[in-house]
């Protein structure tokens, strides 16, 4: 069993060592930066008072957002508009499944909160990533608040070897997702010694979650720090430590394996899941289900039981037994059948102009803000993380520095007007002299 002390202990710890790194480091005051550890150590605790502990904090780094809003920087952050109208999307879908009279009513409302929490939230630490200097030591110090997750993840490892770790979060997928992250971030920003340890603790809690998503995030990262390191002809302890990093994800293929032992099949759920997605897009395709109702509505979308399924199975309720909650799995399919296709098709678009902008823009976080892109974006691909702010940050981080906001349309029409008044100056004599 999991002492329930580490719940709070690991949070209390790091905040101790956080204090001090503060105190030696002023770049690591910045509110950005608490924000950012606070949702790696209460955001995701699996703990019920923990998590009153960081409901405040989120609704005050809100607050502090909607003060600044009419600040022109900041609505001429790319990242916070896509921020923003992502809610609005959301929001809509909401409103018209309210509407239909169809969905749950407590549920819709706690969807509303939940998505407008989690994307101002993320808008707030993308404006302080566009205006303070300091932002980038939030993501250097991010490592330690991961490392301390991981330190967790081991300790339940040493309790009991038989489970997939998840330390003091509340689920293993979750758990890998943070560590992956704080791989990249480890590598990128910390040298010599004191890299190989903090990679060393993140890969072996990685190893130990047997995420696949985790696996190929830490992968995909090794991948791209060769290529960007070779490309510059750079070899340092950094490619090493990639392809550390590649080199965990061949060996822990034998826990993949072991989630397919005989009598097991991870994957039959999720089968189920599409087929009851894709009735639900059928239902609804243009506005949805509305934004975070597919787990409220799973069992009205007709599942059916697949011959090969090994979970569990009563009679009375379907395929899915005694479950109260279902989510998809898949981030980029919740968008389409929850807020319909015309909000897919924006969000595709959102996506798409973020990896043109990462990949052929340069700004002072391309070399972090890159992986970190395609690491949220393969874990997306089998899990769900669009409830939290690390989805919505991570995800626009590289337009945060795009630099054309609400002010470069606006200077965009301006100019198209003057050439227009400028080319209807030159005709009108023309006509005149006709």
């Known amino acids: 069993m999991y002492p329930e002390i ?5 949070p209390l710890s790091f905040a101790a060592l956080y204090g001090v790194v503060a105190f030696k480091d002023p770049q690591a005051r910045s509110l950005g930066a608490l924000l950012l550890m606070a949702t790696a150590m209460l955001g995701y605790n699996a703990h019920p008072y923990v ?24 609505w001429n952050n790319q990242a916070v508009l896509a ?24 549920g819709i409302l706690a969807a509303g909160i939940n998505v407008a929490a989690v994307t101002i939230a993320a808008a707030f630490l993308l404006a302080d990533a566009r205006l303070s200097p300091k932002h980038q030591a939030a993501l250097k110090y991010f490592t330690l608040a991961a490392v301390f997750v991981a330190l967790s993840g081991l300790v339940e490892h040493l309790l009991n070897a038989s489970v997939r770790v998840r330390g003091i979060y509340a689920n293993a997928n979750t758990f890998a ?3 992956s992250m704080g791989v990249m971030t480890a590598v990128h920003y910390w040298r010599g010694f004191i890299r190989w340890v903090l990679s060393a603790i993140l890969l072996v809690a990685l190893y130990y979650s047997a995420s696949r998503a985790g ?69 609804h395709p243009v506005a949805g289900i509305g934004w ?31 479950r109260e909650i279902l989510v998809t ?24 102009h973020t990896l043109r902008v990462a990949l052929f823009r340069a700004s002072p976080l391309k070399s972090i803000a890159v992986p970190l892109f395609f690491g949220n974006a393969i874990y997306s691909l089998t899990h769900n993380s669009s409830n ?33 008044a400028l080319l209807r100056g030159r005709a009108q004599p023309a006509r005149a002299e006709g």
């Open 329 to 352: 799995h898949n981030d980029y399919l919740s968008v389409l059948i929850e807020m319909g296709l015309p909000a897919f098709l924006v969000f595709a678009w959102l996506f798409f």
């Open 83 to 106: 921020c923003l109208l992502f809610l609005a999307m959301a929001a809509a879908s909401l409103a018209v499944a309210l509407a239909r009279g169809d969905g749950n009513v407590v």
């Open 215 to 283: 696996f190929m995030m830490v992968g995909a990262f090794g991948a791209w720090k060769l290529w960007e390191l070779t490309r510059r002809r750079r070899f340092n302890l950094a490619i090493v430590t990639a392809v550390l990093g590649l080199a965990v994800l061949a060996v822990a293929a034998d826990a993949i394996k072991n989630r397919y032992a005989p009598g097991r099949s991870v994957d039959a759920e999720r089968v189920i899941i599409y087929r009851s997605a894709k009735l639900a897009f059928d239902k």
């Open 51 to 74: 998590r009153w502990i960081w409901l405040p904090i989120e609704l005050g780094m809100i607050g502090l957002l909607l003060l600044n809003i009419r600040k022109r920087r900041i």
């Open 6 to 10: 580490l719940y709070f202990l690991v």
């Open 177 to 179: 997702y943070i560590v």
């Open 292 to 322: 975070g109702q597919y787990r409220y509505q799973f069992k009205n979308l007709g599942a059916y039981r697949l011959s090969t399924d090994t979970f569990d199975f009563d009679r009375k309720r379907g395929f899915f037994g005694n």
């Open 388 to 420: 939290s702010i690390t989805f919505f940050y991570f995800l626009f981080l590289p337009l945060a520095f795009s630099g054309v906001g609400l002010e470069g349309v606006r200077r965009r029409v301006a100019a198209f007007r003057r050439r227009r």
